[in-house]
């Protein structure tokens, strides 16, 4: 039964991938195809509107917009890069996935046009290297600057008069308060594993920093490392002190299972990218006027910096199709994301946009900025610096840490193997 249910989804997400895939090629030179996964609040309208601005200044043009929940959009997106289908407009979280892209072909060049009347330096530096690959520009960034942080229920620390942890050893005194008020400590939604990965991502880069992912990355060193193995050991370690909701590996992110209960007062914390901030915003005011925020606690033991900073600098960055009929027009269309009503629409959604001299009215936006201009470096997101079979390996090994399947040593191994035979190319 559970690989017939398996099968029938796989299925329904071909279905969904080759409809995307038709719609495609019945284009032309005047109709690009653009997908998007900005489905919550007003994200859809911002989209709408910036691609309106562009038909009324090219009215012989046609937009088709594809909106996609973030997990169905990777799926469909793999599909259509498998089937050399892809859309004029499609975006990814660079790193691996971009350069894949390139080395295959798939992408177009958008060096000249980033740097035709130099409006390449509208963008802060970080978002124009983060999209770059081999001295060219692949990536447009778009929105937003995506990192990751704690966000959580002032009310709740108010009444139990907890304060904002400092290290792991302060965090973990505090969820112990939580626990013993019936309070889970943490909303976690891990189905689709990218949520679980940022625990892992944090406990491994506050133990050992930056430098041991970089060196397992290039084969210097190995996920073997010890800052691996002790961020494997300590989720188990939390999962077995009941830190997150009950059943957590089997909720949905995307469905709002982790949301839901962190509104209704249930669970205190949530850690998550900065996106959250519009989601909280758009669909539930009364919790975004009670949240708060502070980035990851400093391990003691560990030789971490506590300022470095998890994410992106643009967390949808846009690529043109190298079989796009109208590579021109398609850029064209995203600089109208980042015109002045574009800018102003990004804020005004609870969101960062990569680019230089803007201004944050919103606190919760200006003390997330101040986490990455105050962070010395920046750890990218492992599932965008890892290649996408090795990125999988990752996932899904730190799905089955969280669900107590796998040792934290039998992880390390797992994703070390993957990554010397993807280096071996």
């Given at each position: 039964m559970k690989q017939m249910k398996t099968f029938l989804v796989a299925c329904l997400l071909l279905s969904l991938a080759f409809s995307f895939i038709g719609c495609k090629q019945g284009g032309s030179a005047n109709?690009?195809?653009?997908?998007?996964?900005?489905?919550?609040?007003?994200?859809?309208?911002?989209?709408?509107?910036?691609?309106?601005?562009?038909i009324t200044a090219n009215p012989n043009m046609k937009v088709n917009i594809n909106f996609m929940a973030n997990d169905v959009?990777?799926?469909?997106?793999?599909?259509?890069?498998?089937?050399d289908k892809t859309p004029d407009l499609f975006f990814s979280w660079t790193g691996g996935p971009m350069?894949?892209?390139?080395?295959?072909?798939?992408?177009?060049?958008?060096?000249?046009?980033?740097?035709?009347?130099?409006?390449?330096d509208k963008f802060l530096d970080a978002a124009i290297a983060q999209g770059s690959y081999q001295g060219k520009i692949w990536g447009f960034p778009m929105t937003n600057v995506g990192v990751c942080a704690v966000f959580y229920n002032k009310e709740i620390f108010e009444r139990l008069r907890l304060q904002v942890p400092a290290t792991i050893k302060e965090l973990e005194t505090v969820c112990s308060t939580l626990i013993s008020n019936r309070i889970t400590p943490f909303s976690l939604a891990n189905k689709t594993q990218w949520t679980g990965s940022m625990y892992f991502m944090f406990l491994a880069t506050r133990r050992g920093g930056v430098q041991p992912f970089i060196n397992a990355v290039d084969g210097s060193g190995t996920f073997l490392d010890p800052a691996f193995i002790h961020a494997g050991n300590k989720i188990q370690q939390w999962v077995k002190g009941n830190y997150f909701l009950p059943g957590f590996n089997g909720l949905d992110w995307d469905a709002g299972q982790a949301r839901t209960p962190l509104y209704r007062g249930e669970t205190a914390m949530l850690i998550m990218g900065s996106w959250f901030v519009h989601q909280a915003k758009s669909e539930s005011p009364e919790f975004f006027s009670k949240m708060g925020?502070?980035?990851f606690p400093r391990d003691e033991e560990g030789v971490g910096?506590?300022?470095?900073?998890?994410?992106?600098?643009?967390?949808?960055?846009?690529?043109?199709?190298?079989?796009?009929?109208n590579k021109a027009k398609a850029f064209e269309l995203l600089t109208y994301f980042l015109d002045e009503e574009g800018i102003e629409d990004i804020l005004n959604d609870g969101r960062i946009p990569p680019v230089k001299n803007v201004t944050l009215e919103d606190p919760l936006l200006a003390e997330l900025f101040s986490m990455v201009q105050k962070a010395p470096d920046m750890q990218l997101w492992y599932d965008q610096s890892?290649?996408?079979?090795?990125?999988?390996?990752?996932?899904?090994?730190?799905?089955?840490?969280?669900?107590?399947?796998?040792?934290?040593?039998?992880?390390?191994?797992?994703?070390?193997?993957?990554?010397?035979?993807?280096?071996?190319?």
């Open positions: 109709t690009l195809e653009f997908w998007s996964i900005q489905v919550d609040g007003d994200a859809p309208a911002v989209v709408q509107r910036a691609v309106d601005r562009f959009y990777k799926q469909t997106l793999a599909v259509a890069m498998a089937a350069y894949e892209y390139v080395n295959n072909g798939q992408i177009a060049d958008l060096t000249s046009y980033m740097n035709a009347n130099n409006y390449k925020i502070f980035n910096d506590a300022n470095s900073v998890i994410g992106t600098v643009g967390d949808n960055f846009y690529h043109v199709s190298s079989t796009s009929k890892l290649s996408p079979e090795v990125a999988d390996v990752h996932k899904i090994t730190s799905q089955e840490i969280f669900g107590l399947t796998l040792s934290s040593e039998e992880a390390a191994q797992r994703l070390q193997s993957a990554q010397e035979t993807f280096l071996k190319r």
